[in-house]
């Protein structure tokens, strides 16, 4: 067993018998979990849920993929003001369960209009991005992976303001504006065991627009993240070959291509729009979003997906597909292949970064979700993905043979308490 | 539908009989405190403190919102009046707003009497519980059955 994972279970020992709701200090301790298996058709390519993973899901049985725990405080701190944190275990970058601060802010509500929150806050890029970890919170297994896939942003430490009014009986129209920095818990594995790329520190600003009915919710949201950290060395030695040939051929366009392999040199802008409708026993839920990055090699994303569900006593089946097309910049290589074999290899190396930075498939799935008990859910998907697979942004170790097709079977255990 | 509409219809022909307080047995009710400013609640009104779209009363008092979780059926019935929901969703729904640090559902609490006991204390306090059970010490502000 882990360091970490005996930390966490000391904290969940320590917290369980505190999960209940004290009416005299405010204080409520309470949480939620997922137990997950998982089977991949292929043993060519790794399944991931997310690129923070360090391994994912081949022919044999996986319970790392989906299996999470959270534990969240809210201490009413008097009047207007309150308090939650958060701490989220699931498997990391580091091959490790070893639990993260996803939230730990202080909310400000002086009137029932205005909130301002200030300290570790999620912030919903896209719908439902801050509780994408919460499984019984929605319908699926796991969020569609062609559409959370590239969002690896999860915690900003930074401040929040939304205003909320009602725009007639039953309607209410919310306004939202975030700033900070991207929380340095998002690391992307990369390398030797336990490296990592860092994805926080990234300056973020964004816009959330929301309309909420009875049954509808629509929304709107855009943000920015401008990256301070530096790709590491592999890729950075990527950068100093292809600025080393573009000095030596007096090649400008090569060095221009240079700068846009660096992290830092791509501003990426999210913008996404969806709609929720919950009418009776029908939920439909429809999203699409854009990712822009720089001018360039490193691709542009655009993904959606549409989930449909009916409920039927405590059974929702439900349909989900979901699509992501990477929309290449072209990448400019000059005379780099044709000079020799280690100008041949560094164009090689560059190619295949890029590669690893495209996406191009549609997933297909089909599941059930059984409200057995109060409070959990027991699910079942199965997934059909195509897609090209040279384009393997979401997918890891990618072995020969490789066709770009898999079949995913899912179980899940949700539950809150 | 027409059976049903019978069902619902039994308790209150039974209450008028017996002569007691108009308000259907069986049926869930939203109650404030006496002296908590409000005489009366829309349904949009109740549906935003509810959901965990407006924490204050129109008096502007903070409200504190309490539910009867016992038995199930009578949240069961509130909801579905209320929103057309079932309590898988309802608890979905709460899922998401309170772990995304937005709301915090209503305090629960186990019987009518617990809600009464709280409302009564509570001028902020908005509370759903069984109609039949309802006394002097709090006001009815919606009856969903109606």
Not at chain 1, 71 to 84: A, H, I, K, M, R
Not at chain 1, 313 to 321: D, E, I, M, R
Request: with cysteine; hydrophobic share 40%; aromatic share 8%.
């Amino acid at each position: 067993m882990s360091f970490g994972m005996k930390v966490w279970i000391i904290l969940a020992a320590l917290m369980l018998p505190l999960t209940a709701q004290d009416a005299d200090c405010g204080l409520k301790v309470s949480g939620f979990g997922t137990l997950g298996l998982a089977l991949n058709s292929s043993d060519r390519a790794e399944y991931v849920r997310e690129p923070t993973q360090p391994r994912g899901v081949l022919r044999s049985l996986n319970s790392s993929l989906d299996t999470r725990l959270g534990l969240q405080v809210n201490q009413n701190l008097g009047g207007d003001l309150s308090f939650v944190g958060q701490i989220i275990s699931k498997y990391r970058f580091d091959y490790t369960f070893t639990p993260d601060v996803s939230w730990a802010f202080l909310s400000y509500k002086p009137t029932s209009s205005i909130q301002a929150r200030a300290g570790r806050l999620g912030f919903d890029v896209f719908q439902i991005a801050d509780t994408r970890n919460v499984g019984y919170s929605y319908l699926w297994v796991r969020p569609p992976v062609d559409f959370f896939g590239p969002l690896m942003l999860s915690s900003l430490d930074g401040g929040d303001l939304t205003w909320t009014t009602a725009l007639n009986e039953g309607l209410n129209l919310r306004l939202k504006v975030a700033a900070g920095r991207t929380a340095s818990i998002d690391k992307v594995p990369f390398g030797n065991e336990g490296g990592y790329v860092p994805l926080g520190g990234s300056k973020l600003i964004g816009a959330v627009a929301e309309v909420d009915g009875r049954d509808l919710n629509l929304r709107v949201s855009y943000a920015r993240a401008q990256p301070s950290e530096k790709f590491p060395a592999p890729i950075t030695d990527l950068q100093n070959g292809l600025n080393a040939y573009a000095l030596l051929l007096n090649d400008s366009r090569l060095a221009q291509q240079a700068k846009g392999v660096d992290f830092q040199e791509n501003c990426f802008r999210y913008l996404s729009a969806g709609l929720n409708w919950q009418g009776g026993p029908l939920r439909v839920e429809a999203v699409g979003a854009q990712v822009r990055t720089g001018d360039g090699p490193i691709p542009d994303l655009k993904s959606g997906y549409l989930s449909v569900g009916y409920r039927e006593g405590a059974f929702v089946p439900y349909f989900l597909a979901s699509r992501i097309v990477s929309d290449p910049h072209p990448l400019y290589l000059g005379a780099l292949p044709t000079l020799g074999p280690q100008a041949a290899a560094l164009a090689a190396g560059v190619s295949a970064f890029i590669q690893h930075q495209r996406a191009n498939q549609t997933t297909l799935a089909l599941g059930l979700r059984w409200d057995f008990h109060t409070n959990m859910a027991l699910k079942v998907q199965i997934d059909r993905i195509e897609g090209r697979p040279n384009d393997v942004m979401l997918w890891l170790n990618v072995r020969p043979g490789w066709e770009g097709k898999a079949t995913i079977g899912s179980v899940t255990l949700d539950f809150v308490f | 539908m027409r059976a049903l509409s019978l069902m619902r219809c039994a308790p209150l022909f039974l209450a008028a009989c017996l002569g007691l307080s108009p308000v259907r047995a069986g049926e869930p009710v939203v109650i404030v405190h006496p002296d908590s400013g409000v005489q009366s609640l829309t349904r949009d009104e109740v549906i935003n403190l509810f959901m965990g779209r407006q924490k204050r009363l129109p008096s502007g008092r903070v409200a504190a919102p309490v539910e009867q979780a016992e038995p199930p059926a009578t949240r069961a019935r509130f909801y579905q009046l209320l929103v057309g929901k079932d309590l898988p969703d309802i608890h979905a729904y709460w899922a998401r707003l309170l772990y995304s640090g937005q709301a915090q559902p209503p305090r629960q609490a186990a019987s009518a009497e617990e809600v009464l006991e709280f409302v009564a204390a509570n001028k902020g306090a908005i509370g759903v519980m069984d109609g039949a059970r309802v006394d002097r010490r709090v006001r009815v502000v919606l009856d969903l059955g109606k």
